[in-house]
């Protein structure tokens, strides 16, 4: 079966990209001089998901609520903001139990849906004024059928074919997001390539398009593999603007298909740069 998200959403992962794209997109669009604001997601993913079965959300959004309402009043109080407002607008209404034997066929987040990275976007860019106009690249069908219901009525154009570096709607983005379902790997070939990743990376260097890019480190219990090292270095030396921020999980997570932790690269301003990494050592510290 092709990558499919929906069976993912609300993993550790997730939490980390959605968070530091909110803390990003909020800083951006806070300060935005036009009334428009270009985001641009080359992975798009579906705009949300139901939380299915106990697939990954359970020891990511699962954790993260469990670890929230464990936390007194004055612990309340040092929330990272960012972190604070993804959890109080998309969860605001969900309840958690780590009771199995009351999930039954459905989990019991009450509220149930996962936001996806264009929705978190969206969101942000509007709560500041500016009318979000959405590029979103997937081939799913599944996907692109989700992302015109959710957008039908706001400025989306929704593509179903791979963003390729020249498009003219990669063109004087204000944030582009770039999310792929992993790299190609002799398991995995219908992934992108390291050498179609750089390609979308390092097409807004000259005009220093602001950027985030996932990637997660898989299948080496010592860490990183040669191939993604000498590719960050790479991509580090074409831009030198570019940052690079990991974190590895304790052990790897057989929800999570094998990874062992995740990679968030960034182009950005230094205010969204320390928005987004103040929002990221948050989530670290509770994880
Ligand atoms: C990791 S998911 C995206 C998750 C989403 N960005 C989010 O955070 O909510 C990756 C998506 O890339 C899509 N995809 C796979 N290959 C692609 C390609 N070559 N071009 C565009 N999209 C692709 C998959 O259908 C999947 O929906």
Sequence with gaps: MAYDHIFRAGNRADILKHVALLAAADTLAARHPRDRFVYADAFAGYACSPMVGSFGWEDGLGSLLKSQG???????ARVNPHLALFLRRYFAHTTIT?????????????SG??????????????????????????????????LRAVFREHHATVVGSPAEPE?????????LLIDPPGVRSPNDRSAPGWNELSALILSGA?????????????????????????????IAARDPGVRTWTTQ???AAPAHGGM???????????DAEAAVFA????????G
């Design 260 to 270: 062992l932790g995740t990679q968030l690269m960034w182009r950005l301003p230094q």
């Design 206 to 234: 000259k005009s220093a398009t602001p950027l985030l890019v996932w990637l997660p480190i898989m299948g080496d219990p010592n860490g990183e593999t040669a191939d993604s090292q000498s590719w960050r270095r790479e």
């Design 98 to 110: 780590s009771d199995r034997s009351t999930w039954r066929d459905r989990p019991s987040l009450v």
């Design 70 to 76: 464990e936390q007194s009043d004055d612990d309340g």
């Design 167 to 175: 498009s003219p709607l990669l063109t004087d983005v204000d944030l």
């Design 249 to 251: 999980w304790k052990e």
């Design 279 to 286: 929002a990221l050592e948050s989530i670290r510290t509770q």
């Design 113 to 146: 849906i996962y936001p996806g990275s264009s929705l978190v976007a969206f969101d942000a860019i509007r709560r500041h004024g500016p009318t979000p106009d959405l590029r979103l690249f997937d081939i799913s069908l599944a996907v692109i059928a989700n």
